[in-house]
Protein backbone atom coordinates (compact mmCIF):
# COMPACT_ATOMS: atom_id res chain seq x y z
CA UNK A 1 0.00 0.00 0.00
CA UNK A 2 1.16 3.92 -0.68
CA UNK A 3 1.20 6.20 1.44
CA UNK A 4 1.46 9.98 0.56
CA UNK A 5 2.02 12.70 3.09
CA UNK A 6 2.02 16.52 2.21
CA UNK A 7 4.19 19.01 4.64
CA UNK A 8 4.98 22.59 3.41
CA UNK A 9 1.42 24.21 3.77
CA UNK A 10 0.72 27.51 6.29
CA UNK A 11 -0.01 30.91 6.01
CA UNK A 12 1.80 33.76 3.63
CA UNK A 13 1.31 36.46 2.57
CA UNK A 14 0.74 38.10 -1.18
CA UNK A 15 4.07 37.99 -3.16
CA UNK A 16 5.17 35.53 -1.29
CA UNK A 17 6.50 31.77 -1.64
CA UNK A 18 5.66 28.50 -0.23
CA UNK A 19 7.09 24.66 -1.36
CA UNK A 20 5.23 22.01 -0.61
CA UNK A 21 6.08 18.35 -0.25
CA UNK A 22 4.56 15.44 -0.65
CA UNK A 23 6.45 12.11 0.46
CA UNK A 24 5.55 8.46 -0.38
CA UNK A 25 5.73 4.91 1.27
CA UNK A 26 5.46 1.93 0.68
CA UNK A 27 7.26 -1.32 -0.69
CA UNK A 28 7.14 -1.18 -4.25
CA UNK A 29 6.35 2.78 -4.99
CA UNK A 30 6.86 3.27 -8.81
CA UNK A 31 4.35 5.25 -10.17
CA UNK A 32 3.73 6.63 -13.61
CA UNK A 33 2.60 9.80 -13.29
CA UNK A 34 2.41 12.41 -9.78
CA UNK A 35 -0.19 15.36 -9.51
CA UNK A 36 -0.87 18.60 -7.18
CA UNK A 37 -4.41 18.92 -6.70
CA UNK A 38 -6.30 21.95 -4.66
CA UNK A 39 -9.43 22.33 -3.04
CA UNK A 40 -10.74 25.81 -2.13
CA UNK A 41 -14.01 26.11 0.26
CA UNK A 42 -16.69 25.81 -1.40
CA UNK A 43 -15.06 24.87 -4.84
CA UNK A 44 -14.66 21.70 -6.57
CA UNK A 45 -11.29 20.07 -6.62
CA UNK A 46 -8.89 21.48 -8.82
CA UNK A 47 -5.76 19.70 -10.80
CA UNK A 48 -3.03 22.03 -10.46
CA UNK A 49 0.39 20.15 -12.02
CA UNK A 50 1.50 17.30 -12.48
CA UNK A 51 4.73 15.24 -13.50
CA UNK A 52 5.94 11.49 -14.52
CA UNK A 53 8.02 9.93 -12.11
CA UNK A 54 10.97 8.24 -15.08
CA UNK A 55 11.41 11.51 -16.96
CA UNK A 56 10.01 14.40 -14.85
CA UNK A 57 7.74 15.40 -17.85
CA UNK A 58 5.92 18.09 -16.14
CA UNK A 59 2.02 19.90 -17.50
CA UNK A 60 0.38 22.41 -15.61
CA UNK A 61 -2.96 24.03 -15.27
CA UNK A 62 -3.08 27.53 -16.81
CA UNK A 63 -3.93 29.28 -13.54
CA UNK A 64 -0.77 28.25 -12.24
CA UNK A 65 1.70 28.12 -15.23
CA UNK A 66 4.65 30.10 -14.74
CA UNK A 67 4.63 30.70 -10.82
CA UNK A 68 4.04 26.98 -9.55
CA UNK A 69 7.09 24.32 -10.30
CA UNK A 70 6.46 20.14 -9.83
CA UNK A 71 9.55 18.07 -9.22
CA UNK A 72 10.59 14.87 -8.21
CA UNK A 73 13.21 13.18 -6.01
CA UNK A 74 13.14 9.46 -6.85
CA UNK A 75 15.90 8.50 -4.53
CA UNK A 76 13.81 10.12 -1.49
CA UNK A 77 10.21 9.14 -3.20
CA UNK A 78 9.72 12.81 -2.95
CA UNK A 79 6.90 15.10 -4.90
CA UNK A 80 7.75 19.11 -4.27
CA UNK A 81 5.67 22.21 -5.80
CA UNK A 82 7.63 25.06 -5.46
CA UNK A 83 5.11 28.02 -5.37
CA UNK A 84 5.63 31.68 -5.99
CA UNK A 85 3.96 35.24 -6.43
CA UNK A 86 1.28 33.28 -4.35
CA UNK A 87 -2.08 35.67 -4.45
CA UNK A 88 -5.88 34.93 -2.40
CA UNK A 89 -6.72 33.04 -5.37
CA UNK A 90 -4.29 29.86 -4.52
CA UNK A 91 -5.93 29.59 -1.09
CA UNK A 92 -6.71 26.04 -0.27
CA UNK A 93 -6.08 22.73 0.76
CA UNK A 94 -3.51 21.00 -1.37
CA UNK A 95 -3.07 17.47 -2.00
CA UNK A 96 -0.78 15.34 -3.45
CA UNK A 97 -1.75 11.70 -5.76
CA UNK A 98 -0.15 9.34 -7.29
CA UNK A 99 -1.16 7.14 -10.38
CA UNK A 100 0.07 3.88 -11.32
CA UNK A 101 -0.77 4.50 -15.08
CA UNK A 102 -1.72 6.60 -17.72
CA UNK A 103 -4.89 4.27 -19.07
CA UNK A 104 -7.38 5.31 -16.16
CA UNK A 105 -7.58 9.08 -15.48
CA UNK A 106 -7.92 8.59 -12.17
CA UNK A 107 -5.60 8.88 -9.39
CA UNK A 108 -5.06 5.43 -7.36
CA UNK A 109 -3.68 7.05 -4.01
CA UNK A 110 -4.31 10.22 -2.22
CA UNK A 111 -2.49 12.27 0.63
CA UNK A 112 -4.47 14.22 3.60
CA UNK A 113 -3.67 17.41 2.18
CA UNK A 114 -2.12 20.49 3.62
CA UNK A 115 -3.86 23.71 4.46
CA UNK A 116 -2.20 27.01 2.31
CA UNK A 117 -3.65 30.01 3.06
CA UNK A 118 -2.40 33.20 1.21
CA UNK A 119 -3.30 36.51 3.08
CA UNK A 120 -3.86 40.01 1.36
Known amino acids: QVQLVESGGGLVQAGGSLRLSCAAS????????MGWFRQAPGKEREFIATITWSYGSAYYADSVKGRFTISRDKATNTVYLQMNRLNAEDTAVYYCAAKNTDVTTSYDYWGQGTQVTVSA
Open 26 to 33: GRTFSPYR
